[in-house]
């Protein structure tokens, strides 16, 4: 499908399973309990210049799913199943991921991710308690974001920008937190366990104890 558009158009429930959408524009759309599994967006727009709200996704099936240089600012994928979704240089502005899922649970305790978002916009978005571990998050806006109990652990978090007010809110053990601003980042605080980082970070992590980096 290229070059559509759909106002308050009525998806849901529909099976687009393997579908491609290009430059395609969808206005108050409803896509809730869809099959867009390894269905694909490129260059989409979900909302138009001046609402509050976007697309619905609720409990929509997107594994696999990919979007692609789409805006989808204030989108809400409440309980979406989102393992494996790809989301590159995307708007996901205010965007809800409440409820969604990323993981793919063999047993209640024994879970994997999968998750490629990368060079988006997620400010203000809502992803509290998500657990997105080990997987490709890199290059992110994540100001104002909510992450009040999600886990990124292991994931590749380099280059991203977060709210100084945020550290400690979710678990970076293990992550790549390269060419990140970490100010406001208390290492007394958060651990840091495995985190890896650029010789210049080092001077923001150590200035909360106290001590002056210096060249040796």
Not at 28 to 48: D, T, V
Not at 109 to 137: K, P, V
Not at 168 to 196: A, W, Y
Request: with cysteine; net charge negative.
């Amino acid at each position: 499908m290229k070059d559509q558009t759909y106002i308050d158009h009525d998806f849901s429930e529909q099976d687009f399973e393997y579908t491609h959408f290009e430059n395609c524009t969808f206005i108050r759309c409803n896509f809730n309990r869809a099959n867009l599994n390894e269905s694909a967006f490129i260059n989409c727009q979900f909302i138009e210049r001046g609402d509050v709200e976007g697309c619905r996704f609720e409990y929509t099936k997107l594994k696999e799913a990919s979007f692609k240089d789409c805006n989808l600012s204030m989108a809400n994928f409440r309980g979406a199943q989102c393992f494996g979704i790809e989301i590159r240089a995307c708007n996901l502005k205010g965007a809800n991921f409440s409820l969604a899922s990323f993981a793919n649970y063999l047993t209640q305790n024994n879970y994997f991710c999968s998750a490629y978002i990368s060079a988006s916009n997620l400010a203000f978005a809502n992803l509290e308690d998500q657990r997105l571990e080990q997987c490709e998050l890199f290059e992110n806006r994540w100001t104002g974001a909510s992450l009040t109990g999600a886990s990124f652990k292991g994931s590749d978090l380099s280059r991203g920008e977060f709210s100084p007010d945020s550290w400690g809110q979710f678990v970076i053990e293990e992550c790549n937190l390269c060419h990140v601003d970490l100010t406001g980042l208390d290492p007394r605080r958060v651990s840091l366990k495995g985190v890896m980082i650029c010789d210049w970070q080092q001077e923001q992590l150590l200035e909360p104890l106290g001590l002056i980096v210096t060249a040796g």
